[in-house]
């Protein structure tokens, strides 16, 4: 393994971590609109199920010895929960992405990092302080002008995206309070096979028997891109990297995911990005900052 003049493991240092965070949020940032395309032109539950299968097959692959060896009920029980979670978190937010914009799915889903104080709460693990209450209150004013930007009564789009950011918090939660002396990425193996089952259970009961045309070479790119880099290699990066640096910095990276949502909608879909939604996107961005640094 590569050094430095310091005998520092190059992969250990901190600003090498700090690039994997960056890359992840930007992967999950850009998903947005290809995740968007791809709605566009087969079942959402039916696009879970494959890309959720093929991420379970590309972790199994890459944890295979470790997922031998951590078969502990603790293990596949945070799984299991995990992908419960998980799978209405990507239920929900694929499903709010047929009816709003990229953008504001991507930012309406950041949300969850100011829910995850009160949800904590919930479970018993320490009240909020008045910066989390205060960063809640600039949230939801964010939000205001989020969705008022299309009209009221609210967009459906916009109701799914907010209740996708309410699943991520409940994982953050779960990970949080049972994930310690846990194998992350065992657990996370057990996840998208749920996800993937899950899915799979849904697209038949609601999709019925779709039979997909035959993929083209774009459409086979779109979903490794989404299933082995979206999923498999950003969990795997995040995981490890917010072990190595300080939680407050990596958090406000990960954040960037949504920026870098809007980013991409307006590249690719020219979204418009009004006066009223870009105020609601910074009050909503300064509400994630501040309710995970102060």
Same mark, same amino acid.
């Given at each position: 393994?590569?050094?430095?003049?310091?005998?520092?493991?190059? *992969?250990?240092?901190? =600003?090498?971590?700090?690039? $994997?965070?960056?890359? !992840?949020?930007?992967?999950? #940032?850009?998903?947005? &609109? /290809?995740?968007?395309?791809?709605?566009?032109?087969?079942?959402?539950?039916?696009?879970?199920?494959?890309?959720?299968?093929?991420?379970?097959?590309?972790?199994?692959?890459?944890?295979?010895?470790?997922?031998?060896?951590?078969?502990?009920?603790?293990?596949?029980? *945070?799984?299991?929960? =995990?992908?419960?979670?998980? $799978?209405?978190?990507? !239920?929900?937010?694929?499903? #709010?992405?047929?009816? &709003? /914009?990229?953008?504001?799915?991507?930012?309406?889903?950041?949300?969850?990092?100011?829910?995850?104080?009160?949800?904590?709460?919930?479970?018993?693990?320490?009240?909020?302080?008045?910066?989390?209450?205060?960063?809640?209150?600039?949230?939801?004013?964010?939000?205001? *002008?989020?969705?008022?930007?299309?009209?009221?009564?609210?967009?459906?789009?916009?109701?799914?995206?907010?209740?996708?950011?309410?699943?991520?918090?409940?994982?953050?939660?779960?990970?949080?309070?049972?994930?310690?002396?846990?194998?992350?990425?065992?657990?996370?193996?057990?996840?998208?096979?749920?996800?993937?089952?899950?899915?799979?259970?849904?697209?038949?009961?609601?999709?019925?028997?779709?039979?997909?045309?035959?993929?083209?070479?774009?459409?086979?790119?779109?979903?490794?891109?989404?299933?082995?880099?979206?999923?498999?290699?950003?969990?795997?990066?995040?995981?490890?990297?917010?072990?190595?640096?300080?939680?407050?910095?990596?958090?406000?990276?990960?954040?960037?995911?949504?920026?870098?949502?809007?980013?991409?909608?307006?590249?690719?879909?020219?979204?418009?990005?009004?006066?009223?939604?870009?105020?609601?996107?910074?009050?909503?961005?300064?509400?994630?900052?501040?309710?995970?640094?102060?």
């Amino acid at each position: 393994m590569a050094r430095d003049a310091a005998g520092v493991r190059l *992969l250990d240092r901190p =600003l090498v971590n700090k690039l $994997f965070i960056l890359f !992840a949020a930007l992967m999950w #940032g850009f998903s947005f &609109t /290809t995740m968007k395309g791809l709605v566009n032109e087969m079942p959402v539950f039916y696009l879970l199920a494959v890309r959720n299968a093929l991420a379970m097959l590309a972790m199994a692959a890459w944890v295979r010895g470790r997922l031998l060896r951590e078969r502990d009920r603790r293990t596949v029980c *945070l799984g299991l929960a =995990l992908g419960v979670t998980g $799978f209405g978190a990507y !239920a929900t937010q694929t499903l #709010g992405l047929t009816m &709003t /914009t990229p953008g504001k799915n991507a930012f309406l889903t950041a949300c969850y990092c100011v829910m995850v104080p009160f949800f904590s709460w919930a479970f018993g693990q320490g009240r909020p302080s008045l910066r989390h209450v205060l960063a809640a209150v600039v949230c939801v004013c964010g939000i205001a *002008l989020v969705a008022a930007d299309s009209g009221l009564p609210l967009n459906q789009g916009d109701v799914l995206s907010l209740a996708c950011g309410i699943f991520y918090a409940l994982q953050f939660v779960v990970l949080a309070k049972w994930g310690a002396g846990v194998d992350a990425l065992v657990a996370t193996t057990w996840q998208f096979a749920v996800m993937a089952v899950c899915a799979a259970i849904t697209s038949w009961l609601f999709e019925g028997a779709y039979v997909p045309p035959a993929p083209t070479a774009g459409d086979v790119a779109t979903m490794l891109y989404l299933a082995i880099v979206c999923s498999c290699m950003c969990f795997g990066l995040l995981n490890r990297a917010m072990t190595r640096v300080d939680p407050a910095e990596g958090s406000i990276l990960s954040a960037l995911e949504a920026p870098f949502g809007v980013l991409s909608s307006v590249l690719v879909y020219h979204e418009l990005v009004t006066p009223r939604l870009l105020t609601g996107f910074a009050l909503i961005f300064c509400a994630v900052v501040a309710s995970e640094t102060g």
